[in-house]
């Protein structure tokens, strides 16, 4: 779940089958919008870029055993895959071995980014 300004947005499955989508609800109450609406994807660990205008996150097809790197326009309300992973893996594992997951908005690039976080 992240908030920013007066929405809370939040990742919810149907019926256990562990496949989510983001939701999004006015942080004074109210119905809750499904933003992905995708069955054969799951979208989660939803992250606001610093102007609000982008959610990172994380994004699997059904079909396939790579996760995904993402990012959610709340202009057109479309998704956009980044990383579009082609090899197999191990299901949640990149091509590396090491997890695909959205942590962070870096947007200062002349600071450095750890080094732990670079592999």
Do not use: C
């Not at 895959?81 to 594992?93: D, I, S, W, Y």
Request: charge should be positive.
């Amino acid at each position: 779940m992240v908030v920013r300004r007066e929405v809370i947005v939040y990742q919810q499955d149907f019926g256990g089958g562990e496949y989510y989508d983001l939701f999004a609800v006015p942080s004074s109450g109210g119905a809750p919008v499904n933003l992905t609406n995708s069955p054969d994807v799951s979208e989660t660990s939803p992250r606001f870029s610093p102007d609000g205008k982008l959610l990172a996150l994380d994004y699997k097809l059904k079909s396939s055993p790579a996760n995904e790197i993402a990012v959610f326009d709340w202009s057109s309300r479309a998704v956009r895959n980044l990383t579009n992973e082609k090899a197999k893996t191990t299901p949640g594992r990149s091509r590396h071995g090491v997890r695909t997951r959205v942590r962070f908005w870096q947007t200062d690039l002349t600071q450095d980014i750890p080094t732990q976080l670079r592999s």
